[in-house]
């Protein structure tokens, strides 16, 4: 069973949802403003990392509908060529999704607004860390929907299917 058209765009998609808000993320690690001054040390590096791990994960998205997430690749020692199993990429998969959730959740409605430090000003640009921000919410639904795509896609009529080249 080849991988449909919609799951390929859908799993493109998603790093790409993830990628305005790293961006912004970096940017504002190291701007000099008033909000930087109050950080400690180690915040900007913590805020690349975040932004590293968080287009690293949506990214992952990906091997969902290319070859490498259905066998290892063979340069990875011990592992490679190895069929993956499918639930060793669906668990994790799903898991994410339900994370991305709830993250999102907490963060449209339950997430308290005004908790920025009080020598920072309101940043002129609101719409613009909106813009950047909004279309993370559509990575977990993208997330489940390439997830379930790769799930039936190895598991149809009981046979795992064949890698593509």
Known sequence: MSVPRWAVWAAYAAPLCVLPSSLWRVREAFRDSACMAHAEPWEPYYIVGLSAVSLGAALLTVGLVRPWGEVVPRWIPGLGGRRVP????????????????????????????????????????????????????????????????????????????????
Do not use: Q
Not at 91 to 100: K, M
Not at 102 to 125: M, Q, R, S, T
């Open 86 to 165: 499918v639930l060793a990429a669906v668990v994790p998969a799903l898991v994410g999704t339900a994370l991305l959730i709830a993250l999102i959740g907490y963060g449209l409605f339950l997430a308290e607004p005004n908790n920025v430090h009080p020598d920072c000003p309101p940043p002129k640009a609101m719409s613009l860390v909106g813009l950047a921000y909004a279309p993370l919410v559509a990575w977990p639904f993208l997330l489940g929907a390439v997830t379930v795509a790769y799930h039936r896609r190895r598991t149809a009529a009981g046979t795992p299917s064949a890698p593509r080249p």
